[in-house]
């Protein structure tokens, strides 16, 4: 999806050390760093995180992306406890790799 939405393989690579990365803008950075938060423990979200990400978006766009990020963080868990494969290929679900 993200190829989709222009970018590249190199933006992908960088999302590792996004926080250091040219590859990414300041306002693209905050949303990465609030989904990479919410992900870990949404109480690593700080208010210095929201008054950051407020310099970039409005407050309607700040809970849209805080649902979005939330929907695919439940559809990633339920998917994955229920072995449901969504890759779109034949492999096993098995043969995917645990981080």
Same mark, same amino acid.
């Given at each position: 999806?993200?190829?989709?939405?222009?970018?590249?393989?190199?933006?992908?690579?960088?999302?590792?050390?996004?926080?250091?990365? %040219?590859?990414?803008? $300041?306002?693209?950075?905050?949303?990465?760093?609030?989904? %990479?938060?919410?992900?870990?423990?949404?109480?690593?979200?700080?208010? %210095?995180?929201?008054? =950051?990400?407020?310099?970039?978006?409005?407050? $309607? %766009?700040?809970? =849209?992306?805080?649902?979005?990020? &939330?929907?695919?963080?439940?559809?990633?868990?339920? +998917? +994955?406890?229920?072995?449901?494969?969504?890759? &779109? +290929?034949?492999? $096993?679900? =098995?043969?995917? $790799?645990?981080?």
């Amino acid at each position: 999806m993200a190829k989709q939405l222009g970018y590249t393989d190199d933006d992908l690579k960088a999302l590792a050390n996004f926080a250091n990365a %040219e590859n990414f803008a $300041p306002a693209v950075k905050a949303a990465i760093k609030l989904a %990479e938060n919410m992900t870990f423990n949404g109480r690593l979200v700080t208010d %210095e995180d929201f008054a =950051e990400l407020r310099q970039y978006y409005t407050e $309607p %766009e700040i809970i =849209e992306l805080t649902s979005l990020i &939330g929907l695919v963080n439940y559809f990633n868990r339920f +998917t +994955t406890t229920l072995r449901i494969d969504i890759s &779109g +290929t034949d492999a $096993p679900y =098995e043969s995917y $790799p645990v981080d």
